[in-house]
């Protein structure tokens, strides 16, 4: 398992990059291409804000934040990697890559380029990127982690505690 969080770290920023490069020199800005009808549009768009453009044009604390919370993730790989535990690894790695991701956007464009749009009808999710995608994934990925060594730890306990009181009976 050695590594295996960064090889997948890796792959996120690699395709988060090659579909925006593909973004930019193809589509011009503001512009459309239709996928599933009005379901799945891709959109090119520039974001300065963080998911859902919350914190709008706030680029300088994205670009002290984010090293920082690369590093958290990093140190906490580190930790973890003897585990082989590899849902919590993957999760973590698509974390790290997607926050790299929209880091490099930042660094090179001083915004992130978006381009997901999915519509519900009249209601519109907010335009993403694949950066985005590899995020949310793998915080679902480390959350689900965390329930089920969460209830792994839970039976282990009462398993224990119940072999505990079948000491205690067979001895009186």
Do not use: C
Not at 34 to 48: A, D, P
Not at 58 to 75: E, Y
Not at 100 to 118: P, Q, T
Not at 137 to 165: F, H, M, N, P, Y
Request: hydrophobic content about 50%; cysteine-free.
């Amino acid at each position: 398992m050695k590594g295996y969080s960064y090889w997948v770290a890796f792959a996120a920023i690699l395709i988060d990059q090659l579909a925006k490069l593909v973004i930019i020199n193809k589509l011009e800005l503001f512009e459309q291409i239709k996928v599933i009808g009005n379901f799945f549009v891709i959109t090119s768009i520039r974001n300065t804000g963080a998911a859902f453009s919350m914190l709008e044009g706030k680029q300088t604390f994205f670009l002290i934040i984010t090293p920082l919370v690369a590093a958290g993730i990093i140190w906490y790989i580190h930790q973890q990697r003897k585990s082989g535990n590899v849902r919590l690894l993957t999760g973590l790695g698509l974390v790290l890559g997607g926050a790299l991701g929209n880091f490099i956007d930042r660094m090179m464009y001083g915004h992130v380029v978006d381009f997901l749009s999915f519509n519900f009808g009249s209601y519109s999710f907010a335009i993403f990127n694949l950066a985005d995608t590899a995020i949310t994934i793998g915080v679902a990925l480390i959350i689900l982690d965390t329930l089920i060594e969460d209830r792994r730890a839970k039976a282990a306990a009462r398993e224990e505690q119940s072999g505990s009181k079948e000491i205690l009976h067979t001895e009186d």
